[in-house]
């Protein structure tokens, strides 16, 4: 049991650490002919960052930006909660705060991640003139965050103290 807590701890920290990456980095699309890139920040092309982003829908963007800061300070404090809940808890207790917690980044995410899929990573809308865009890294660990979390907030929902 101890080496099954210690595994989620370790995937629910990945996750955490993940989400960061692919929030701050500006990698969700790349060109491949044009040495340019596009995140939820800032638009780089040739090495160089642009401050403001022209995708033209900046409401959608805002929410996206909302969202997926919304889901690391959920993951944040679903491990907070669950260390906390980890000394502090009776024997045979379930771990539902953190469970709880972990639904809900994992609803952020999926929100966050399902907007911009809409909006910004349909193959028709061309991002960089004259090139194919494919996604970056981060819109992809932005997946793998939401299949970890949905697993991670499933598995404290289920798992006791032993």
């Excluded at 920290?13 to 993940?18: F, K, Q, S």
């Excluded at 890139?37 to 780089?44: E, N, P, V």
């Excluded at 889901?71 to 045979?92: A, C, P, R």
């Excluded at 996604?135 to 970890?148: R, S």
Aim: proline share 0%; aromatic share 16%.
């Amino acid at each position: 049991m101890l080496v099954l807590l210690a595994g989620i701890f370790v995937v629910h920290i990945a996750t955490v650490i993940m989400l960061f990456v692919s929030t701050i980095a500006n990698v969700w699309m790349v060109s491949n002919s044009v040495n340019a890139s596009a995140g939820l920040w800032r638009y780089c092309a040739s090495g160089y960052c642009n401050g403001s982003l022209t995708y033209g829908d900046d409401d959608a963007l805002k929410t996206v930006q909302a969202f997926m800061i919304l889901s690391i300070i959920f993951s944040v404090i679903s491990l907070v909660v669950f260390v906390f809940q980890l000394f502090t808890m009776e024997k045979g207790n379930r771990f539902l705060l953190t469970g709880a917690t972990m639904l809900v980044c994992w609803l952020c995410i999926l929100i966050g991640a399902s907007i911009y899929t809409d909006r910004y990573a349909n193959s028709s809308i061309n991002y960089f003139l004259g090139s194919q865009n494919h996604h970056g890294y981060c819109f992809i660990l932005t997946w793998i965050c939401f299949c970890f979390s949905f697993i991670i907030g499933v598995l404290y929902l289920v798992l006791r103290k032993k």
